[in-house]
């Protein structure tokens, strides 16, 4: 028998290093924003009904037996239903999100995993973070075609995690918490285009970008090693030098950059922008005694809001 009701909640997340070479097979960290989040809402609707998606941030509501294939919501239903040997149960999922849309922090991926969790827990079933993380990707790849899979697995395990695209999750210890200013530049940024324009430039210059991602992977190893050993100094740096190799790649704009400049100016230990790019976030690493005024440079310079967040030890 199915509870009347069922519910979850997924956070976003920034990532922290790594974006884009990631794709290829570099290692990432990425980490999940709790002041933000999506909610999913799974209740008993009358026999005959169907399942009901209604998305109202989203301005949608949608009947799975007539949703498209690409729909991703409906996606996300089908995908659980299939995956729980499950026929499609009488109800209605209420799905909100505080997270923005298209601006780096994981919307996408928060609200699959929260719809797939909420359903699942309906049909009487607690997935574990292994599985929803697996569905949701499937999910992902209708929203940008070809996802590294980072996204998933750090809104699905709730946890900061080192990611290597293919292989199993790696928790990563943080050895001593630090603040992170997120500035969103309100600009929207479409991750499939900027993904696909970076795999045209890799293909016509591969041995340049794969250097590139190289050294980006090997910035992801040493902030992995410092966030490990509590060596907050050391990060600032990598994050300027991830930057600096996101422009390489063309992923920035001068927006985020403006941001990023001011955010240093204003104090930050080091910034960059945070996921795909060309719009969405920058991230600045903070110290108590510089946050307001990194935050004021942030919104002075365009941020259309800042997203404080404390990257801490998991459990
Ligand atoms: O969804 P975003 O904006 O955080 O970008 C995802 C990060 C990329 O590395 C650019 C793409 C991917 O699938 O990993």
């Given at each position: 028998?199915?509870?009347?009701?069922?519910?979850?909640?997924?956070?976003?997340?920034?990532?922290?290093?790594?974006?884009?070479?990631?794709?290829y097979g570099r290692p990432a960290i990425a980490v999940p924003v709790t002041q933000v989040k999506a909610t999913a809402v799974v209740k008993a609707a009358p026999r005959g009904s169907g399942l009901t998606l209604i998305a109202s941030d989203l301005k949608k509501q949608i009947a799975l037996a007539t949703a498209p294939e690409d729909e991703p919501l409906a996606a996300a239903a089908r995908l659980t239903l299939a995956h729980?040997?499950?026929h499609e149960p009488d109800a209605t999922v209420t799905i909100r999100s505080t997270i923005?849309?298209?601006?780096?922090?994981?919307?996408?991926?928060?609200?699959?995993?929260?719809?797939?969790?909420?359903?699942?827990?309906f049909l009487g079933h607690k997935l574990p973070p292994a599985e929803v993380s697996r569905l949701v990707f499937e999910v992902e790849k209708i929203h940008h075609g070809t996802p590294s899979g980072i996204d998933n697995t750090v809104v699905a395990y709730g946890k900061p995690v080192y990611f290597v695209r293919e292989r199993a999750i790696e928790r990563l210890k943080v050895g001593c918490p630090f603040t992170l200013l997120i500035g969103d530049s309100g600009i929207p940024s479409p991750t499939g285009k900027v993904v696909a324009r970076v795999r045209r430039a890799w293909q016509r210059e591969p041995a340049h970008y794969d250097a590139l991602f190289d050294r980006i992977g090997d910035i992801a190893d040493?902030?992995?090693?410092?966030?490990?050993?509590?060596?907050?100094?050391a990060l600032g740096p990598l994050m300027d030098e991830n930057h600096e190799l996101l422009i390489e790649l063309g992923v920035s704009s001068s927006q985020l950059d403006d941001l990023v400049d001011a955010a240093r100016l204003a104090g930050a230990l080091g910034a960059k922008l945070s996921g795909a790019g060309q719009g969405g976030n920058v991230?600045?690493?903070?110290?108590d005694d510089c946050m307001s005024d990194v935050e004021t440079a942030l919104m002075e310079t365009g941020a259309v809001r800042v997203i404080c967040t404390k990257v801490a030890a998991a459990d």
């Open positions: 028998m199915s509870p009347a009701e069922a519910r979850s909640s997924a956070p976003g997340k920034v990532i922290l290093f790594g974006e884009h070479a990631v794709v729980l040997k499950a923005p849309i298209a601006s780096g922090l994981g919307s996408g991926a928060a609200v699959t995993t929260a719809l797939v969790r909420a359903l699942g827990g040493e902030a992995r090693q410092a966030i490990e050993d509590g060596d907050v100094d991230i600045a690493l903070v110290e």
